[in-house]
């Protein structure tokens, strides 16, 4: 008996052009719709990392306090001596190391100096030009003195000491120097009692007057 085969039928491999169309849309949709997630979970890192580098920095702050009297460094901030140097200032207060050099020994490192979303360009400064090209045109706080955070020090003509403050969890003891937090105009604070959290910028007049 004759047998009669029917013609194999042909496989289809592979995607067709408007498949894969398709899927790309599919991928850029999800890409627009996670890239805004991924950014802000990046951003509140940055935070983290923040508030992490100034409670560390009140660590230390305390641990020199233990060793000298309870009194905080008796020199000014990287970014304080910065501002008074560049315009005229006698007061040989500035002239003196650092609260940050004198904080190394207690663990407070270079690194831990730096706000993680300080990025804030300060542009060309007429009273740095006889600075390196690259230190004048400095893109963050850090980059140009050494600091991102302004800190509480001993004032000139007296010591203050880490216990003054009546009320040590509202009193600033450090503090972003601006607003590195600038998608809600915010700030990173630690305060005397070592609790460190990002605060609105319009929290910073009333923390620097209590100084």
Known sequence: MARFDSPPRSVRLGFTLVE?????VILVLLAALLFPVLSKARER???AGCISNLAQIGKSTALYAADHDDCLPY???????????????PDPFFALPTAESL????????????????????GPDPNTQNREFV????????????SSYLLLTSAPGGLRRLSDAASPSENALGMDAAPFHGDEDRFGVVYRDLHAKIEPWSKRGDLIGAW
């Open 135 to 146: 230190h004048d045109l400095s893109s963050s706080f850090f980059g140009r003195v050494g």
């Open 103 to 122: 904080l190394a020994p207690y663990g407070a490192s270079k690194s831990l100096m730096r706000c993680p979303r300080d990025a804030f360009y300060m």
């Open 45 to 47: 890192g940055k935070d």
């Open 20 to 24: 894969l169309l398709v899927v790309v």
């Open 75 to 89: 020199g000014p901030s990287a970014v304080a001596k910065y501002q008074h140097l560049d315009g005229p200032s």
